[in-house]
Nanobody, 123 residues
């Protein structure tokens, strides 16, 4: 059975950093395309970063240069390093898995989702 469990969210001041983790069970994190998304109440879920089976990462313009996605095979965990955070980054962050073998920023392409972790950026 597939499970994705996010952790690492919290409150941080503008300019600060956080690292989100997504513990994966039920499949190998390196064998599927993985992504990080976020959602603000009343808005659509936004794709932020993806990593494919070859380890190639892609980023949305809104986070390019500030966020970094990676996976750790030994712990079967997906990460999102977030730097230079601003209030606009406040949202619930989700990790997701697409077992169909292609990277995408569209939430509808992902079959498995974690429960989300809240990130709040405020002074």
């Amino acid at each position: 059975q597939v499970h994705l469990v996010e952790s690492g969210g919290g409150s941080v001041q503008p300019g600060g950093s956080l690292r989100l983790s997504c513990a994966v069970s039920g499949f190998l994190v390196s064998s599927d395309c993985m992504g990080w998304f976020r959602q603000v109440s009343g808005k659509q879920r936004e794709g932020l970063a993806t990593i494919d089976v070859d380890g190639i990462s892609s980023y949305a313009k809104s986070v390019q240069g500030r966020f970094s996605i990676s996976d750790h095979i030994n712990t079967n965990t997906l990460y999102l390093q977030m730097n230079n955070l601003s209030s606009e980054d406040t949202a619930i962050y989700y990790c997701a898995a697409n077992t169909r073998g292609f990277s995408s920023f569209h939430a509808s392409h992902y079959e498995y989702w974690g429960q989300g972790t809240q990130v709040t950026v405020s002074s």
